[in-house]
Antibody
Framework: EVQLVESGGGLVRPGGSLRLSCAASGFTFSSYTMNWVRQAPGKGLEWVSSISSGGTYIYYGDSLKGRFTISRDNTENSLFLLMNSLGADDTAVYYC??????????????????WGQGTMVTVSS | QSALTQPASVSGSPGQSLTISCTGTSSDVGGYDHVSWYQQYPGKAPKLIIYEVSHRPSGVSIRFSGSKSGNTASLTISGLQAEDESDFYCSSYTSGITPVVFGGGTKLTVL
């Protein structure tokens, strides 16, 4: 059974940092492009970042302005998102999501078949 | 880049068929067959129901179908049921700076 379990969310002050983790199991993690998608309270989905299966291709959403860093450890079946200079607009549930098809070092096509339960990030003073 | 355009809300009666549109540009929806649709219930993670315009993942009801014409993709729900009341989002691959863009979401109400 495919499982994606996020952790690391919480309350952080404006300007602070947070590192999210996602533990993957039930599939060959190293064969899939992985992503982070977020959803602000009462708002729609926003794609945040993507990393190809071997980590070669990395993309970020326009609004992030170089503040976030995605990474993965294929030996530990884990995905990470380091978030710096957090602001109120970053308050959201952050989901770890898997591309629908296994691919070898390709950019995501935006189809995500497995989602974690999400971890809440609240930026407030 | 701009989000894909979806109607904020749609409604229908049980048993009816209903279509939700998702309008983009030639740089996303119109240019690639990488349109996906997600269903989301309150407090839950989204669920993929359509990918690559018209493909249904295993286990997704055949009442859900997808299509595309020009820069507009569509999700059709046939035989509307009370349990379909939820939010729906489209997404597309895009040739812009970022590879993925979502629609703003559509709230489906079953009357």
């Amino acid at each position: 059974e495919v499982q994606l379990v996020e952790s690391g969310g919480g309350l952080v002050r404006p300007g602070g940092s947070l590192r999210l983790s996602c533990a993957a199991s039930g599939f060959t993690f190293s064969s899939y492009t992985m992503n982070w998608v977020r959803q602000a309270p009462g708002k729609g989905l926003e794609w945040v970042s993507s990393i190809s299966s071997g980590g070669t291709y990395i993309y970020y959403g326009d609004s992030l302005k170089g503040r976030f860093t995605i990474s993965r450890d294929n030996t530990e079946n884990s995905l990470f998102l380091l978030m710096n200079s957090l602001g109120a607009d970053d308050t959201a549930v952050y989901y770890c999501v898997r591309d629908v098809k296994p691919t070898v070092e390709r950019v995501t096509a935006g189809a995500f078949d497995f989602w974690g339960q999400g971890t809440m990030v609240t930026v407030s003073s | 880049q701009s989000a894909l355009t979806q109607p904020a809300s749609v409604s229908g009666s049980p048993g009816q068929s209903l279509t939700i549109s998702c309008t983009g540009t030639s740089s996303d929806v119109g240019g690639y067959d990488h349109v996906s649709w997600y269903q989301q219930y309150p407090g839950k993670a989204p669920k993929l129901i359509i990918y690559e315009v018209s493909h249904r993942p295993s286990g997704v009801s055949i009442r859900f179908s997808g299509s595309k014409s020009g820069n507009t993709a569509s999700l059709t729900i046939s035989g509307l049921q009370a349990e379909d009341e939820s939010d729906f989002y489209c997404s597309s691959y895009t040739s812009g700076i970022t590879p993925v863009v979502f629609g703003g979401g559509t709230k489906l109400t079953v009357l």
